[in-house]
Structures are given as structure tokens and as C-alpha cells.
T-cell receptor, first 113, second 115 residues
């Protein structure tokens, strides 16, 4: 039973365009969400996070949007660069209950020059 | 400063053997986490330490798996009588505290292959 779902296993975009990665969750108790980027043979690297009390968080080229009523969040990368090519994982936790991150299966992003 | 480090980076062992995987968290981080990632999957929670104590070990798959953090810094994940299904990347992460929303920072992982 996948509590965090990334329904697109892969995404391909042109350099300079916007990349939009989507994530859905089923557990309404989740109150903190994180995006990680992972290159082959490396551990996940933290990108950006958002608390459930917000609907948007921005950090440079990366913006995360949260729609609590739809239990949906998305990561926008603008403009996309070839170095952004990696697997992106959405993760969620219930900070008040425990500390374990619940992860999606990841979306492989390819940014083409 | 140094990030989370894990040793060994790769480990090949035979079915039935015992293995130990080591994690050095970021200095000053009180919380430490172990996850396991199989091919094509997201990481799966195993255990979380706050200081020296295991605050949540609900993710350990069975009693062949055990983890310690005796001095509240370095942690060792121990797997007894390894099985082929234990083959995965074992990830360690640390965070500054267990407060709400603390970001977990990951090491490069140990790739375990059980033949």
C-alpha cells in the first residue's frame, strides 16, 4: 500500500524549459514533505521541503507547491538544466508522531540539451 | 564540513554470513536513521536513533537485523545469517534534532550483495 505515489516513472524536458514533477499522498496525517534528488551510486540529496501550513516554498530554481485538499504536491524546476537530470523522490512524514520518511518510487528526469 | 559517511561502500557476502555496516553522521546531529533501498524502489525506513537509544525500530524486517549507536554518534547496522533478499543499498541519514520538520541528510549508502 503506497502512501506516497509518484505516478510518472520518467520525464523528459528540454533545457531551459520547466520541469514539473508530481506527487500524491494518501495519509492525511502527513504534515511535512520533502523532495530529494538522487544521482546513480550516490545517496539522496535534499532539495526543498514544505510544511503543511504552507502552500508554496521557493528556493532559487526550485519551487514546491502543496495542495492539501487534493493531497497533492509538485516540484517545479525553472529553468531546467542538463545537470538536473537525476531521479527525484518525494517523501513525507508525520512530524508529531514519528520521524520515519515515507517515500515515493521516484521519477527519473532527463533534461536534454 | 563533512557529510554523512558510510563504510564499506560495497559489500559482497555469501548467504548465511554476518555483516556489519557502519555510519558516521554529521557532527552534532543527534538523530540517526537507517533506510534500505531495493532496485526500482524508494528508500524504506528501518530504524531511527535519538541519541544512543532506538526511538523507533518498527522498520527492521526481522530479528536478524539489529542496530546500535553506543555513544550517540557512530552507528552500526548488523545483519545475521544474511539472505539473498537482503541485497539492497543501505542508506544512513542524520538530522540536527528530532524536532518537527528537521531535514534528514543522507550518506552515499552501502551496496550489499548477498550471493
Amino acid at each position: 500500500d503506497q502512501q506516497v505515489k509518484q505516478n510518472s516513472p520518467s520525464l523528459s524536458v528540454q533545457e531551459g524549459r520547466i520541469s514539473i514533477l508530481n506527487c500524491d499522498y494518501t495519509n492525511s496525517m502527513f504534515d511535512y514533505f520533502l523532495w530529494y534528488k538522487k544521482y546513480p551510486a550516490e545517496g539522496p540529496t535534499f532539495l526543498i521541503s514544505i510544511s503543511s501550513i504552507k502552500d508554496k516554498n521557493e528556493d532559487g530554481r526550485f519551487t514546491v507547491f502543496l495542495n492539501k485538499s487534493a493531497k497533492h504536491l509538485s516540484l517545479h524546476i525553472v529553468p531546467s538544466q542538463p545537470g538536473d537530470s537525476a531521479v527525484y523522490f518525494c517523501a513525507a512524514l508525520n512530524a508529531g508522531n514519528n520521524r520515519k520518511l515515507i517515500w515515493g518510487l521516484g521519477t527519473s528526469l532527463a533534461v536534454n540539451p | 564540513g563533512a557529510g554523512v559517511s558510510q563504510t564499506p561502500s560495497n559489500k559482497v557476502t555469501e548467504k548465511g554470513k554476518y555483516v556489519e555496516l557502519r555510519c558516521d553522521p554529521i557532527s552534532g546531529h543527534t538523530a540517526l536513521y537507517w533506510y534500505r533501498q531495493s532496485l526500482g524502489q524508494g528508500p524504506e525506513f528501518l530504524i531511527y536513533f535519538q541519541g544512543t537509544g532506538a526511538a523507533d525500530d518498527s522498520g527492521l524486517p526481522n530479528d536478524r537485523f539489529f542496530a546500535v549507536r553506543p555513544e550517540g554518534s557512530v552507528s552500526t547496522l548488523k545483519i545475521q545469517r544474511t539472505e539473498r533478499g537482503d541485497s539492497a543499498v543501505y542508506l544512513c541519514a542524520s538530522s540536527l534534532s528530532s524536532g518537527e520538520g528537521e531535514t534528514q541528510y543522507f550518506g552515499p549508502g552501502t551496496r550489499l550483495l548477498v550471493l
